[in-house]
């Protein structure tokens, strides 16, 4: 299994809801990331995730929230967010390789 | 500073044809090049991978050079099909974070 899945793949949500990205692969990956791409933009990083111990923030704000619950999973919660935080958020895992990029989920915030 | 510049922007070429894309970096120290296929609203997808020692490597209709003295990699896709239309990204790993270019956006056209 070469895959790295992401749910949802659209999600549209208030700026006062809260909601949660999740990840997962199965590929015994000890590097976990998360990016936020932009339109037309290279992907930017946001975390790093390295045998499940978060070691890159990216200054990210706290309205963006990673847990890494086991080897395989990598969640993203979301709260209060703005509509610039409006994006493809892509998942990707890695084994002193390259990175395998999931999906992506399209996030739309109103 | 750890910049990945890529030519064109954009490219527009006929199917059946060839084409070459080019990547410039600043990148140091350098530990491999990729170049990934990003089909529209979806994630990358690694088509090659290179150390400071390779000069090329191929993947289907997919060739990617590079020639770590003058810092320069390209990519020749031959006999391009519709399927090939996609942004394709070049990305220069220094361990983490990887640094990417902002892209060529290859239309190929009936």
């Known amino acids: 299994d070469t895959e790295v899945t992401q749910t949802p793949k659209h999600l549209v949500m208030g700026m006062t809801n809260k909601k949660s990205l999740k990840c997962e692969q199965h590929?015994?990956?000890?590097?976990m990331y998360w990016y936020k791409q932009k339109a037309k933009k290279p992907p930017e990083l946001m975390f790093v995730?390295?045998?499940?111990?978060?070691?890159i923030n990216e200054s990210v704000p706290s309205r963006f929230s990673p847990e890494c619950p086991n080897s395989s999973l990598l969640n993203l919660h979301l709260h209060a967010l703005q509509p610039e935080d409006s994006a493809l958020y892509l998942c990707?895992?890695?084994?002193?390789?390259?990175?395998?990029f999931g999906p992506g989920t399209r996030l739309l915030v109103l | 500073k750890n910049q990945v510049e890529q030519s064109p922007q954009s490219l527009i070429i006929l199917e059946g044809k060839n084409c070459t894309l080019q990547?410039?970096?600043?990148?140091?120290?350098?530990?491999?090049l990729r170049w990934y296929k990003q089909d529209t609203g979806r994630g990358p997808v690694s088509l090659t991978i290179?150390?400071?020692?390779?000069n090329t490597k191929s993947n289907g209709r997919y060739t990617a050079t590079l020639d770590a003295d003058t810092k320069q990699s390209s990519l020749h896709i031959t006999a391009s099909q519709l399927s090939d239309s996609a942004s394709y990204i070049c990305v220069v790993s220094r361990n983490t974070p990887l640094v990417f270019g902002k892209g060529t956006r290859l239309s190929v056209i009936a």
């Open positions: 990707a895992s890695s084994q002193g390789g390259p990175q395998y």
């Open positions: 590929m015994g990956h000890r590097a």
């Open positions: 990547c410039n970096y600043t990148v140091s120290p350098f530990s491999n």
């Open positions: 995730y390295s045998y499940e111990k978060l070691s």
């Open positions: 290179m150390t400071f020692s390779e």
